[in-house]
Structures are given as structure tokens and as C-alpha cells.
């Protein structure tokens, strides 16, 4: 990326793409973004927010996201850039829309499956990852990572459960 094309932090678009400039750290970006959800997370199972709401938000956030990521892809000349993490933050609440709880173990729990599945890109993920290359597959592959780490989240508190009771 030259110097002409960097994106402007002032832009409503790279605002919300980078989620809120998080997408600029220099290390690490997607995995902070990840960790700067879990207080959303949190509160929104403290405040019992419905998924009934969330989800259709959550679907909406994922057309937005993907039509910016698309645009960006197009102006800055780049297929995925590092710079994007709103996807990363959509993954984490595809994941907790599977949490039974609003304790921190479980909110961490989930960090750790969502960012083991987005670095590992296993099958679907590096799937989408790889083969579609528009903004659409910017974002879902981490929601889909997201979706993996709920179902995941859930399975280890099934065995937990069996275990422990």
C-alpha cells in the first residue's frame, strides 16, 4: 500500500472497519479487536439482551460490513487488509450468541476458540478464505469462525458437564 492510498482514520467507513482505529495497532490488530469485544459481550448478557434482536443486527452488521470491506478492497487496492478487524468483532458475536454465560472463564473460553479457528482457518473457513476474494470474504470467515467457536463452545461445556456431574 503506497502512501497515497493509506486510509484516512477520519473516514466514517475506515472507522467502523477498523473498529474504531483498533485495526492500526501494530501488533496484533485482529487479536485485539477480539479482546476489545469481550466487553460488549459482557454487557450484553449482563443486560439479558435478547438474541431476537441481536441476531437480525448481527445479519445487517454483516451486509454493512462486507459491502465497506468490498469498497475498501476496491480504493486501497488490497484483498484482505490487516487494517479491517470489524469482522474479527462480528465473529466474537457469532460465538457468543452460543455462550450460556456471562462469566469471564466462559467470555475468555470463547475468545480462545474464536481466535484458534480464525488463525487455523480450518475446513469451511480457509474455504471462504481462500477462494472468495470479494468483501463478502473479508467478513465470513470469521463469522464463520465464530459460528465454529459457539458450536465448540458448547460441545466442551456438554463434555465438562458430563464429566463434572
Known sequence: MNQKKRPSIFRADV????YFGIG???FAPGTCASIATLPILYFLTLWK????FLIPMIVLSIFISSFLAQRAQRDYQVLDPGWIVIDEVLGMLCAWLFCLSGNVLHLLLILILFRFFDIVKVWPINIIDTRIKNGAGVILDDVVAG??????YRFLIFIGNLLYS
Open 15 to 18: 472507522i467502523i472497519l477498523s
Open 24 to 26: 492500526f495497532f501494530p
Open 147 to 152: 459460528l465454529f467457536s459457539g458450536l465448540s
Open 49 to 52: 439482551v435478547p438474541s431476537v
